[in-house]
């Protein structure tokens, strides 16, 4: 039983511990158990009966194409497995790595699969798997047939007396002396330990399709070898785009900004030395003019640097650089850096670059009457926080802390946001240290 809820979740009458025989999930997982024995059978007969003869044949030229073939049969076994938990577990296994032959040709396929170590984790799950399936079919058939059919017991009673001959259920028996369960008493006591089975029945299939998730994604999955490979190559693609963007940013407000001012200004004093001999009030009229774009180009120069990498970060550190941000922010700020030394350049600089971000983010969208920012170091870890007690709901997805997390990201850093709604709004990163 379920009643929809005004926002929008669902909340149900009947405690998990009753819903539980009834929920899809149970029997996913119960029909995940009993095909995992077929299945298990036929894998384990094909990968032993193949590597056996694969192995008893390597001291031949044909025993190692016929073990390479034997792994490989065991990869498509994943491949089936991981479809099977997919679908009935709803355990998302990603595909492991394909086999990279180094060579050309037959050979090279064949030395590629039997270096895998992917392969040889197939063949184990083929062989491993088969014993627990058989166990995890046994006991979830026995729990579930044994729960229905002693809880239904009152229902079907009838069928031993008239069809059998039998009083009911036989529970002792000898050439003398029987015991069948037949009066309304005994019948009441076998439905209720039926009922007791049949509650117990969802969790014991629960822990043992555990087990098998936990085959399945140890086994069968891509190794934490080749996750942290996939994570570097992503996190490299982030630190490239982010570096093309960054140039991309210096290359627009270098050409809009000072570029077009240096050129103006340039034009300016052509035409105050035109000017200088034949009216010279104007000429320095122009070359005022001049000294002042001069004073503006100069500036955006400076607000460029700093936005790069400021000299007093380079100089004094991160608390100074931090402090000269926090100064130019609409709110004000406190400043905490609790550091045992410095760290290195580029964590300096991301961290830099990180809470100049978030104070902009105060500035512009918060509407915050004060704010402030701690940093320290926490082991192996450099901890920033910046709070504010503006209106919350700050956009963790949305595109400027997006792209934040996905820079601290590439360094193997972590961006939290909570922001509720009336705030306040903690931002949390975490960077590595290295001092």
């Known amino acids: 039983m379920a009643t929809a809820h005004r926002s929008g979740t669902r909340v149900h009458s009947l405690p998990p511990a009753l819903r539980a025989p009834f929920e899809g999930r149970t029997w996913r997982e119960f029909g995940y158990l009993l095909l995992s024995l077929p299945l298990s059978v036929v894998f384990f007969a094909l990968a032993l009966s193949l590597t056996a003869a694969g192995a008893g044949l390597v001291v031949t030229f044909l025993g190692i194409p016929v073990l390479a073939g034997a792994l490989a049969m065991c990869r498509g076994f994943g491949a089936v497995e991981r479809a099977r938990a997919r679908a009935l577990l709803r355990l998302d296994v990603a595909d492991p790595a394909p086999v990279r032959p180094q060579g050309d040709g037959a050979l090279g396929w064949v030395g590629a699969v039997l270096k895998s170590g992917v392969s040889w984790r197939h063949l184990l799950y083929a062989l491993v798997h088969m014993p627990w399936a058989v166990f995890a079919f046994s006991v979830s058939l026995v729990f579930w047939s044994y729960g229905w059919c002693l809880l239904t017991y009152p229902l079907w009673q009838w069928v031993l007396p008239v069809h059998a001959g039998i009083d009911g259920l036989q529970l002792y028996g000898d050439g003398t002396h029987n015991v069948y369960l037949d009066s309304p008493f005994e019948l009441g006591v076998t439905s209720l330990i039926g009922l007791l089975f049949t509650l117990a029945t969802p969790w014991v299939i629960r ?207 972590l961006l939290v946001v909570d922001s509720p709604a009336g705030g306040p709004t903690v931002v949390t990163a975490e960077l590595p240290w290295r001092a």
């Open 207 to 413: 822990g043992l399709a555990t087990v098998d998730r936990l085959l399945v994604a140890g086994l069968l999955g891509p190794s934490r070898l080749e996750g942290r490979v996939v994570e570097l190559e992503s996190d490299r693609g982030v630190v490239v785009d982010t570096a093309a963007a960054d140039l991309r940013r210096i290359e627009r407000d270098l050409h809009d900004g000072a570029q077009a001012r240096l050129v103006a200004l340039a034009m300016d004093l052509g035409l105050a030395k035109e000017k200088l001999a034949e009216d010279p009030e104007a000429a320095a009229r122009m070359v005022d003019e001049a000294h002042g774009e001069v004073k503006t180009a100069l500036q955006e120069l400076r607000d460029l640097a700093r936005g790069i990498h400021p000299a007093v970060l380079t100089d004094r550190g991160l608390d100074a650089a931090l402090s000269s941000v926090a100064s130019r922010c609409t709110v004000p700020v406190r400043v905490e850096v609790d550091l045992p030394a410095r760290p290195v350049p580029a964590i300096e600089g991301i961290a830099y670059f990180t809470v100049s971000e978030l104070l902009q983010n105060v500035s512009k969208h918060s509407g915050a009457r004060t704010a402030s920012v701690d940093v320290w170091r926490a082991e192996n870890r450099l901890m920033l926080q910046v709070t504010d007690d503006g209106r919350g709901e700050a956009d963790a997805a949305g595109s400027g802390l997006g792209g934040l997390a996905e820079r601290l990201g590439s360094v193997d850093g």
